[in-house]
T-cell receptor, first 111, second 116 residues
Framework: GENVEQHPSTLSVQEGDSAVIKCTYS??????FPWYKQELGKGPQLIID?????GEKKDQRIAVTLNKTAKHFSLHITETQPEDSAVYFC??????????FGPGTRLSVLP | GAGVSQSPSNKVTEKGKDVELRCDPI?????LYWYRQSLGQGLEFLIY????????KSGLPSDRFSAERTGGSVSTLTIQRTQQEDSAVYLC??????????????FGPGTRLTVT
């Protein structure tokens, strides 16, 4: 079955700097890769996703890149702000069915 | 209406008791997922319902866990003879996608289960 790894497990950056979180997956059948942000006491919320026919997608300060050959994808947050502090999860799914999540990255943006 | 709702928000139960957790998905969403999140951990897939198809139960950790989805809407996750290792946050998500479609999952706030 699918296995998703995520690094780093914790990340601290200064406000205004960029943050990068990387994930790898194992199942070549996976074709949908969402990223979620989870704030304390809340459920995860989708922030951006990418499909296997696209190499990069950007939405304001957030971007995701996908390398299907190497089976890895990354989340990039530019100009970080304190409200970006949260736990971020990547996930991989074949056709939107089973979703396998990475273990999460706790991002702290320091003022 | 609003998003995915779950009840109760918190549940404390004694070891050995049965518990039922409820999920109300977004109206019209055909897909519903249950996940378990242990403290400080990622999300562990439990079960997936898609329309009238047989559910994918491949993630259920033992036969003490079961789930139903009545009328294609509300779902109940039942844990029988609870154990301390069942303590976790149980998250429900729904999406509008048909099988094979790639659509966003909307998560509920979760039910925090504590087994004493």
């Amino acid at each position: 079955g699918e296995n998703v790894e995520q690094h780093p497990s914790t990340l601290s950056v200064q406000e205004g700097d960029s943050a990068v979180i990387k994930c790898t997956y194992s199942d070549s059948a996976s074709n949908y890769f969402p990223w979620y942000k989870q704030e304390l006491g809340k459920g995860p919320q989708l922030i951006i996703d990418i499909r296997s026919n696209v190499g990069e997608k950007k939405d304001q300060r957030i971007a995701v890149t996908l390398n299907k050959t190497a089976k890895h994808f990354s989340l990039h947050i530019t100009e970080t702000q304190p409200e970006d502090s949260a736990v971020y999860f990547c996930a991989a799914s074949p056709y939107g069915q089973n979703f396998v999540f990475g273990p999460g990255t706790r991002l702290s943006v320091l003022p | 209406g609003a998003g995915v709702s779950q009840s109760p928000s918190n549940k404390v139960t004694e070891k050995g008791k049965d518990v039922e957790l409820r999920c109300d998905p977004i109206s019209g969403h055909t897909a519903l997922y249950w996940y378990r999140q242990s403290l400080g951990q990622g999300l562990e897939f439990l079960i997936y319902f898609q329309g009238n198809s047989a559910p994918d139960k491949s993630g259920l950790p033992s036969d003490r866990f079961s789930a139903e989805r009545t009328g294609g809407s509300v779902s109940t996750l039942t844990i029988q003879r609870t154990q301390q290792e069942d303590s976790a946050v149980y998250l429900c998500a729904s999406s509008s996608g048909l099988a094979g479609a790639l659509t966003e999952q909307y998560f509920g706030p979760g039910t925090r289960l504590t087994v004493t």
